[in-house]
């Protein structure tokens, strides 16, 4: 399942600068583009604002088709404190803009598997897909704004994995 899962955040990642450039994150005197997977990162003591945060949860996998599907569902966490200039008044703007961002990253919902642990990746035979998105409630935490959206992202086997 690693192989769909980079597929997949590698895929986001691309859609996001490709739909808004200006959405970043600087980790590590690093800037990158405003999403990242919980997982592959140091404990954070609360999620970056006006960041899209990747976070794993259940697996499943389906035998009984020609190849074995493995399905994962992620939950995308993401907040908004709304911009300075405005005094954080814009923060339901803002998430609404994150919102739409999130449906564009989704959208088509399916990327070709790539194997990334190989320099360049290595195009494999099937395609990651996964199904529409589930938005959860706003919630506010003093000035922040959050929500959390889940999707389930499925990839056949292959040879290897």
Do not use: C
């Amino acid at each position: 399942m690693q192989n769909a899962k980079d597929s997949f955040y590698v895929a986001l990642r691309t859609r996001l600068v490709a739909i808004n450039p200006e959405r970043t994150v600087l980790l590590r005197a690093a800037v990158r583009p405003g999403i990242l997977v919980e997982e592959a990162e140091a404990p954070f003591a609360q999620l970056p604002a006006d960041v899209f945060v990747l976070r794993w949860l259940g697996l499943g996998v389906e035998q009984d088709l020609p190849a074995a599907m493995v399905s994962e569902e992620v939950e995308i966490v993401y907040s908004t404190l709304g911009t300075r200039s405005f005094g954080g008044l814009d923060r339901g703007r803002a998430l609404s803009a994150m919102d739409e961002e999130l449906v564009g990253m989704l959208t088509p919902f399916w990327t070709p598997k790539l194997n990334y642990s190989a320099t360049p990746p290595v195009a494999m035979l099937t395609n990651v897909f996964w199904d529409e998105l589930v938005f959860g409630p706003v919630t506010v935490v003093r000035d922040r704004l959050t929500r959390t959206a889940r999707v389930v992202v499925h990839g056949y086997q292959e040879a290897g994995e």
